[in-house]
């Protein structure tokens, strides 16, 4: 028996169900929220966001095949996580009755730690050492204890996924990922499957300091709260993904997609994936994925995510228009009638306010 199962059953469970979700997740989740690029605030990968959905299912599947009335979690009264697990089970099973303990109680985190104490309920946690931490394939998230100063540097316990910048090789590591229709298919030339690019880009992000995050996040709830994270991979994985993006997209749907992306991630943070408007945005990204083929080189040095070459068949690039060298094909006598018509607007407005003077 695992960990979760031996707890299970000894505090009296009458069943227990787990469920092996990793493929599910990359493929459900993962996988459009790559194409979208989804990161909140410009900061948060989502991690924590995106599996709560899935949870969400698995808990309904499970309820559904018990002929369960009611379904429970944990979540605290001003967390983000009440919503979307609320709000996810509102949308798959209205007739479901959400049971939220710690919430309903008010209980403090003091509180929660001395109710599972007292009924012998095995927690990680302590008085000493109160981080809430989530984990899973695309990122963990660590908060609570003097996490919750914005002021204090987090302390050497409170992360154990990324390196210290101090204890990082000095050399740099090259790995290369390779993408089809903007979902990586491949590393460092061997193909290979989402969860297990992943996984590997854990490892390799992590020993060299990438993916470590530190921030002030403005949760749903209405409230400013510090959050810290660790998501080796998808730092990577984004930042390739963007870059290879900029390759093979036109200017248009490039600055229009960007748009697009943080509505996108500010569903996804705000428990609403099942809705119409995550289900049309998750179409119109699949569509903008139809030329984001090719191949990233990344560069990771000293919690430095870099990336320092990209290629595809489908590249925008034309170094006969690009280059200042010899060989330049790009018609300059065509720059002075578009300026002139590009700029003329401009010039009329400016002309019409000297007259008012």
Known sequence: ???????????????VIVVDARESFCKEYLTPAIRANA???????????????????????????????????????????????????????????????????????????????????????????????????????TECGVLEDPWVEPPADAHNWVSPIEKTPDKPAYCTIDFKTGV????NGKEMKLIDIISRLNQLGAQHGVGLID?????????????TYEAPAASVILAAHRDLESLTLTRDLLHFKRIAE????????????????????????????????????????????????????FSLYDESLATYDEGDRFDHTAAVGFIKLWGLPHKVAAATEKKKK
């Open 1 to 15: 028996l695992g960990v979760v199962e031996r707890k299970a059953w000894k505090l009296g469970c009458v069943d």
């Open 39 to 141: 990161v909140y605030e410009g900061k948060y990968p989502l991690s924590t966001a995106l599996a709560r959905p899935l949870i969400a299912q698995r808990v309904v599947e499970a309820a559904r095949r018990h002929k369960a009335k009611f379904v429970a979690h944990g979540a605290t009264g001003k967390g983000n996580d009440q919503v979307r697990f609320d709000v996810s089970f509102a949308a798959l099973a209205p007739e479901l009755k959400i049971i939220a303990p710690v919430r309903e109680w008010s209980m403090t985190r003091e509180q929660e730690i001395e109710y599972a104490k007292k009924n012998n309920i095995p927690v990680p946690v302590d008085v000493h050492n109160p981080y809430s931490i989530d984990a899973n394939l695309w990122g963990k998230s």
């Open 184 to 187: 990586p298919c491949g590393l």
């Open 215 to 227: 921030m002030v996040e403005n949760r749903l709830v209405g409230i400013k709260s510090r959050e």
């Open 262 to 313: 943080e509505r996108y991630a500010e569903l996804v943070y705000d428990g609403l994936w099942f809705t119409q408007l995550r289900e049309a945005l998750d179409v119109f990204f699949a569509h903008t994925q139809h030329r984001v083929d090719g191949t990233v080189r990344i560069k990771l040095l000293k919690g430095n995510c870099r990336v320092v070459g990209r290629k595809s068949p």
